[in-house]
């Protein structure tokens, strides 16, 4: 297998979700209703993906107990709080907050993962990336059309990706202890028992308000931005090394954001440009000065 393939399923699936999930709740769909349907297509798709390839199926108990952490920690706190953010911001403001992710990582694992703690020649890294985070939010948040409550979504946006960051480090600490393929069905289960059977006993599930259009985007929110890009970034973590998967972190926002100009319209301004660079540039500088930098999200070792 070329080994660029699955690093490109991975970035266009990330991207292509994050813009679909923005599309979505642009046309009136809440977040409590998209959640639980796009889990439900993801799992779906993936015994598809299990059913023909005989991947990532397992009955180990012991995965199947850190899948109730990963489910819950990795996946579905994330996934609520970002996409509850994507209700004020759009893609060319939230989807470059993800940016941060990698540096959420980074600190999460300094507590959670043995022998990977923070090194100070991160320290500028993270400084350029914070003073990116506020040139792209204090100036580039309030010169964007659509954007509801700017400060609601940018906290809702920083607590799914400190979050994300947890469930990163904890992913990489239980992919050192079982096969990290075998956590993959484990964490979907979970996560889609979490949001497809809890979530709607406490907040509005309005199936009535998805129109056609919305079925075929949410489906592929979760075909797409949900089994393909986990399952195509565990392939690449087999066939690439550590260097090479951390391109989808830098490639993920940038590809984000010209699918959202081309498709949703949103415009590019200086400050929303220099953010995202300074973000960038600060992730890569820290990830770089970072032993083991585990992949957020994925349970995967790197």
Do not use: C
Not at 39 to 54: D, E, K, S, W
């Amino acid at each position: 297998m070329n080994p660029w393939t699955p690093l490109a399923g991975a970035t266009l699936g990330w991207a292509a979700g994050s813009v679909l999930t923005r599309a979505v709740l642009v046309r009136g769909v809440n977040t409590w209703t998209m959640i639980p349907l796009r889990m439900l297509f993801a799992l779906v798709t993936l015994f598809g993906v299990i059913a023909l390839t005989r991947r990532f199926w397992t009955t180990d108990p012991r995965a199947w107990k850190r899948g109730i952490v990963l489910g819950f920690i990795a996946m579905a706190l994330p996934m609520v709080l970002m996409t509850l953010a994507f209700e004020d911001l759009p893609i060319t403001l939230g989807g470059l907050l993800i940016a941060l992710v990698p540096l959420a990582t980074i600190g999460a694992a300094h507590f959670l993962v043995e022998d990977e703690r923070f090194q100070v020649k991160s320290l500028p890294g993270l400084l350029v990336a914070l003073a990116g985070s506020a040139l792209l939010v204090g100036v580039g948040g309030t010169s964007l059309d659509g954007v509801g409550d700017l400060w609601r979504g940018v906290l809702l946006m920083l607590a799914g990706v400190a979050m994300a960051g947890v469930g990163g480090a904890i992913s990489r600490r239980f992919a050192l202890e079982v096969s990290s393929e075998s956590l993959v069905l484990p964490q979907f289960s979970v996560n889609t028992i979490i949001v497809a059977a809890v979530l709607p006993l406490f907040f509005e599930f309005d199936v009535a308000a998805v129109d056609s259009v919305d079925w075929w985007m949410i489906a592929g929110i979760g075909a797409l931005g949900t089994t393909l890009a986990f399952g195509s970034f565990l392939i690449a973590a087999g066939v690439n090394p550590a260097s090479r998967l951390a391109l989808v972190g830098y490639t993920i926002p940038v590809l984000s954001v010209v699918l959202a100009v081309i498709f949703l319209g949103e415009h590019i301004t200086p400050a929303i440009a220099g953010g995202a660079a300074l973000i960038i540039t600060g992730v890569v500088l820290a990830e770089r000065s970072t032993k083991h930098v585990p992949e957020p999200g994925v349970a995967t070792a790197r």
